[in-house]
């Protein structure tokens, strides 16, 4: 994966990152918060979706890579159950690059 489809695919963590920020402080991000809920009341659905694009991106790019089937259906596991807008970065950035060396 190149750096620039690293990047594009890691849009969606972000985006949640940010989502949750406005939940962790509501105080000082009340406003944009509510600007962003008037602007598009399914604001969260859309994060919802896109998150599920790129798990389900991530899951078959596992999937099609030359790796023994239990490293398959580990990390298919650790991106559905695991905080996937985390692990789905850890893949992106560390383990992609490692299975396509072996």
Same mark, same amino acid.
């Given at each position: 994966?190149?750096?620039?489809?690293? %990047? !594009?695919? *890691?849009?969606?963590?972000? @985006?949640?990152?940010f989502?949750?920020?406005?939940?962790?402080?509501?105080?000082?991000l #009340?406003e944009?918060?509510?600007?962003?809920?008037?602007?598009?009341?399914?604001?969260?659905?859309?994060? %919802? !979706?896109? *998150?599920?694009i790129?798990? @389900?991106?991530?899951?078959?790019?596992?999937?099609r890579k030359?790796?023994?089937?239990? #490293?398959?259906?580990?990390?298919?596991?650790?991106?559905?159950l695991l905080?996937?807008?985390?692990?789905?970065?850890?893949?992106i950035?560390?383990k992609?690059?490692?299975?396509?060396k072996?």
């Amino acid at each position: 994966m190149s750096s620039k489809e690293k %990047i !594009l695919w *890691s849009i969606p963590s972000f @985006i949640w990152f940010f989502d949750f920020s406005l939940y962790i402080f509501p105080v000082v991000l #009340k406003e944009v918060y509510n600007h962003l809920n008037t602007l598009n009341p399914s604001y969260n659905t859309l994060i %919802i !979706l896109l *998150s599920m694009i790129q798990i @389900i991106y991530l899951i078959q790019l596992v999937w099609r890579k030359e790796i023994d089937k239990r #490293k398959k259906q580990e990390w298919t596991a650790i991106l559905v159950l695991l905080f996937p807008p985390i692990s789905s970065l850890y893949y992106i950035w560390m383990k992609d690059s490692e299975f396509d060396k072996k």
